[in-house]
Nanobody, 122 residues
Framework: VQLQASGGGLVQTGGSLRLSCAAS????????MGWFRQAPGKEREFVAA????????YYSDSVKGRLTISRDIAKNTLYLQLNSLKPEDTAVYYC????????????????WGQGTLVTVSS
């Protein structure tokens, strides 16, 4: 299984980005796909996750209302739409795959992508 994250970049405060995570191999309906982020000097933190089959979404309180997770089952691709970005959203964003159906903690994720950097300028 390989996860390939992309879509990061430099954006101004209030701007938007859409991150993608293309997955090789099958994703079963019970699997969880999630996004985490890690800012410089900080621990990796949960952002959002989705149960692949049912589409049930889970969000961190810090991003709820500004970020939207979605997936395209036919393309085996996970997305994260980031709106109203703030400087504190600056981080490397990682996608991950949880095989046991739990979206937290990060240790539940068996596979990780390489990360894509989002930088929000003030």
């Amino acid at each position: 299984v390989q996860l390939q994250a992309s879509g990061g970049g430099l954006v101004q405060t209030g701007g938007s980005l859409r991150l993608s995570c293309a997955a090789s191999g099958r994703i079963f309906s019970s699997h969880i796909m999630g996004w985490f982020r890690q800012a410089p000097g900080k621990e990796r933190e949960f952002v959002a996750a989705i149960r692949w089959g049912a589409g049930t979404r889970y969000y961190s309180d810090s991003v709820k209302g500004r970020l939207t997770i979605s997936r395209d089952i036919a393309k085996n691709t996970l997305y994260l739409q980031l709106n109203s970005l703030k400087p504190e959203d600056t981080a490397v964003y990682y996608c991950g795959k949880s095989l046991r159906g739990s979206y937290l903690p990060a240790g539940e994720y068996t596979y990780w992508g390489q990360g894509t950097l989002v930088t929000v300028s003030s």
